[in-house]
C-alpha cells in the first residue's frame, strides 16, 4: 500500500518538476548554502523545538538530497530504489503511530530548510499535515532598509511576544497593527491561551481564503487577515460559520485587490475633473437628476473634536455650511461632534444611515478605520475620509496639498529672520507632513541660503516642544496651523517675536473645505466619484490651482514681501513653479539632481527624508503619544519600528 502512495507521491513530483521548467523555474529544492553564498549575515541563534508550518518549509540546508525531491518535496526517484523504499517505510510509520522525532532545520527570512529529515517533511506535506516539530536555527540577516528585512524584524519583535509562525505580512507595521487590533502589543508576552486562539482562528480564516482562490492574488494570506480585521471583529471567526466568512470575504474582495495592486491601488488625483464638473448642468438637461429640492442629497459630517473648541473641527464645519448655501435646496448636511472613538464614530454613522445620509464625511484619518466598516456594511451610502495616501475602494480619501501653503510661508519666513534662525512646529509625521516641513525649508532656502529650520513636533510623548522654541530664542517661527481651545494669544501659524516676548502673526495656511465639499459633492451629483477601475482606491489631492489651500498674509507683512508670495502663489497655481522640481538636498545628500522634473505626487506625500537645512529628525512611531499613532497608523511614514 505504501509503495502506492509513493507512486502518487512521485507523480506529484514530477508534474511540479514539469511545471516549474516550463515556467522557467528551478524544478529542484532551493539550498540554503547557495542562496547565503553570496550574502552576508548577522549570526546564528537557537531558537528550540517548536511546532512550524509545513507549508514554510522550502527546501534544504545542503545540496546532498536536493535532486531526490521536486520543488514542492515531492520524491522524484526511482520507485524500485532505497529511497524509495526509505519513504514508504516513514509513510507507514506515520499512519500507524505518527513520526515523533522532530527534524533539524534552520530558518532564514521565515523560510525553513531542512538538514535532517527531508523525507519525514516528504511524508507530511504528502498527507497534507499543516505542521511539523522541528529543532530550529535561525540565520539573522543583516539589518537593512529592504523592506523585506524591515518587515522580518518586526516579525522577530513579534516572536518574543507571540512564538509563532503562521501569520505572514508583506509590509511594514503589520505586525504592530495585528497587535492592535487584538489589543495587545509587541512589548509584553501573550497568554498562551489567546496565542491557540489567534491560531485558530487565522486557520479557519486560511481555509476559507484558499477555497476562494486567495493563493491567486499577489498577496500573503497574513496581508488579507489584516484586512478583515480592520472590518469584522476577531471574534467573528471564532463564531461564525465557514459559510459567513466566506460571504464576508466577497463583500470586501474589493479592498484585497487594491492591497494586491500596491505601487498601483491608488489612483491620486491632484486636479478636479474639470471636464466633467463643467459639464455638470449639461447632464441634468440629458437625464433625470439623481437628487432635486423634493429628493435633496443628505450628506453627514462626522468631527472628532467639537466645533466650539477646536479649530479644524470648525473649519470643516464652515465647510459644511458653505457646501449647503452653494447648492441650497439640492443638499442638505447635519453634523456630529466629539467622534472621538470608533464606538461613537460606529454609533453616529448607523444613526446617519437611519436619517437617510447618502454621503458621510468622516473628517480625520483617526476614523478611517471605522469608516472602512460602515462602507462595507452600506455599500449604497458613498464614504469619504479627510486623509491622503488611503488604499481602500470603499472609502474615498480627500486632502488639501498643504505644503504648498507651507512654501510661500517659508519664504516669507526668511524675509523677517535677521538671524537666519527659524523654527517649525509639526504635529505628527502623517503623509504630507514631511513635504510641508521640506517645502517650507526650501523656500526659506531659495530667500536666504544660509537659513535654518528648527524642527519641533507636539505629538510625541515628551510634549516639550515650547520649552525646545523658547531654548532656541527664535525670533520667527511657524506655530500650529490652528489655534486650540484655551490659548491666551494666538501662536499659531508663522509668527515673528517682538521685543519684550509678545508674538504677533505674519500668516497661516486657509484652508476652503466648502470649495472642497461643493466640488465633490458636484462630481457626487453628476455620479463621477467612483473608482477608475476596480482594485484601485481614489484619492483627492488639491491644491491651490482648485482653491481649495491659501495663504491669508497678516496686516505685518510689507507691500514688497505680499509681492513675492503673490508672484510665487501664481506660479504655484499654473504649475510653473514647484518645490520638489529640480535639485534637491535632504540630510543624507542630493535626492535628485539639478534639472529632475518634480517628484510625483506619491513621491511627495511618501517622503522620509528632511531637506539640507532642517536641524532635526523625524520621530519613531515609538516615541509619538497615543492620538498622533491613531493617525500614523492609518495614513503615516513607516519608521523604524512602527
Not at 514631511?434 to 541660503?449: C, E, L, R
Request: with cysteine.
Amino acid at each position: 500500500m505504501s509503495r502506492e502512495e509513493y507512486a502518487k507521491a512521485r507523480k506529484a513530483g514530477e508534474k511540479a518538476v514539469r511545471r516549474a521548467l516550463s515556467e522557467h523555474r528551478s524544478p529542484s529544492l532551493p539550498v540554503l548554502d547557495e542562496l547565503l553564498k553570496d550574502r552576508k549575515t548577522a549570526g546564528e541563534v537557537p531558537v528550540g523545538t517548536l511546532e512550524i508550518p509545513l507549508a514554510m518549509v522550502s527546501g534544504t540546508l545542503t545540496a546532498g538530497r536536493q535532486n531526490a525531491f521536486a520543488c514542492n518535496f515531492m520524491p522524484v526517484m526511482e520507485e524500485d530504489s532505497e529511497f524509495a523504499g526509505k519513504w514508504s517505510r516513514l509513510y507507514d510509520s506515520q499512519i500507524e503511530e505518527g513520526i515523533r522525532e522532530p527534524i533539524i532545520a534552520y530558518e532564514y527570512m521565515k523560510q525553513f530548510y531542512v538538514r535532517e529529515g527531508n523525507k519525514r517533511v516528504s511524508v507530511l506535506k504528502y498527507l497534507d499535515v499543516p505542521s511539523i516539530e522541528a529543532q530550529v536555527t535561525r540565520v539573522l540577516p543583516v539589518r537593512t532598509q529592504d523592506r523585506d528585512v524591515q518587515v522580518y524584524y518586526e516579525f522577530l519583535e513579534f516572536y518574543k511576544a507571540a512564538p509563532f509562525y503562521d501569520i505572514t505580512f508583506s509590509k511594514p507595521g503589520s505586525y504592530r497593527r495585528f497587535a492592535s487590533l487584538l489589543g495587545r502589543t509587541l512589548s509584553e508576552p501573550w497568554p498562551a491561551d489567546l496565542i491557540n486562539t489567534v491560531r485558530g482562528a487565522y486557520f479557519r480564516f486560511s481555509t476559507v481564503f484558499a477555497e476562494k482562490g486567495g493563493s491567486r492574488l499577489q498577496i500573503t494570506c497574513g496581508d488579507a487577515f489584516l484586512i478583515y480585521l480592520l472590518i469584522y471583529q476577531f471574534d467573528s471567526l471564532l463564531d461564525s460559520r465557514r459559510e459567513n466568512i466566506a460571504k464576508r470575504l466577497n463583500r470586501i474582495w474589493d479592498e484585497l485587490l487594491v492591497e494586491e495592486n500596491n505601487e498601483d491601488a491608488i489612483a491620486l488625483r491632484e486636479v478636479p475633473e474639470e471636464s466633467r464638473e463643467s459639464s455638470f448642468l449639461a447632464g441634468l438637461l440629458n437625464r433625470p437628476p439623481l437628487f432635486t429640492e423634493k429628493k435633496p442629497l443628505q450628506a453627514a459630517f462626522l468631527y472628532q473634536g467639537a466645533v466650539a473648541d477646536s479649530g479644524w473641527a470648525s473649519d470643516h464645519d464652515v465647510g459644511r455650511i458653505y457646501l449647503e448655501n452653494s447648492l441650497e435646496g439640492i443638499v442638505r448636511t447635519f453634523a456630529y461632534e466629539k467622534i472621538d472613538t470608533d464606538e461613537a464614530c460606529a454609533g453616529a454613522m448607523e444613526d446617519a444611515v437611519k436619517r437617510g445620509a447618502d454621503v458621510v464625511f468622516t473628517t480625520s484619518p483617526a476614523l478611517m478605520s471605522a469608516t472602512l466598516r460602515a462602507a462595507i456594511r452600506w455599500p449604497a451610502v458613498r464614504f469619504f475620509n479627510c486623509s491622503v495616501y488611503v488604499p481602500h475602494s470603499a472609502v474615498h480619501a480627500y486632502y488639501a496639498r498643504e505644503y504648498e501653503a507651507k512654501f510661500l510661508m517659508g519664504a516669507l519666513a526668511a524675509v523677517y529672520a535677521a538671524d537666519h534662525r527659524i523654527g517649525y512646529l509639526a504635529e505628527d509625521p502623517s503623509y504630507g507632513t514631511i513635504a510641508s516641513i521640506n517645502a517650507f525649508a526650501i523656500g526659506a532656502g531659495m530667500i536666504d541660503p544660509e537659513a535654518k529650520i528648527y524642527l519641533s513636533w507636539s505629538g510625541t510623548r515628551s510634549g516639550s516642544w515650547k520649552e525646545e522654541l523658547e531654548q532656541q530664542n527664535l525670533s520667527v517661527y511657524c506655530g500650529a496651523d490652528l489655534s486650540f481651545a484655551g490659548w491666551d494669544q494666538p501662536e499659531y501659524g508663522l509668527c515673528r517675536r517682538l521685543d519684550g516676548g509678545r508674538s504677533v502673526s505674519l500668516a497661516s495656511p486657509v484652508r476652503n473645505w466648502g470649495r472642497f465639499y461643493e466640488r465633490i459633492v458636484r462630481q457626487i451629483l453628476h455620479n463621477s466619484t467612483d473608482s477608475p477601475r476596480k482594485g484601485q482606491a481614489v484619492n483627492d489631492w488639491w491644491g491651490m490651482s482648485a482653491g481649495v489651500i491659501d495663504v491669508n498674509l497678516s496686516g505685518q507683512v510689507s507691500y514688497y514681501s505680499r509681492k513675492m508670495i503673490d508672484l510665487f502663489r501664481q506660479g504655484l497655481k499654473a504649475g510653473t513653479l514647484d518645490p520638489f522640481e529640480g535639485e534637491l538636498r535632504s540630510q543624507e545628500g542630493i535626492v535628485q539632481a539639478a534639472g529632475s522634473p518634480r517628484l510625483s505626487g506619491e513621491r511627495i506625500i511618501t517622503m522620509e527624508w528632511l531637506n539640507d537645512n532642517v536641524a532635526g529628525a523625524i520621530p519613531e512611531f515609538k516615541d509619538l503619544n497615543d492620538e498622533s499613532r491613531k493617525s500614523v497608523e492609518v495614513s503615516g511614514v513607516r519608521r523604524g519600528d512602527l
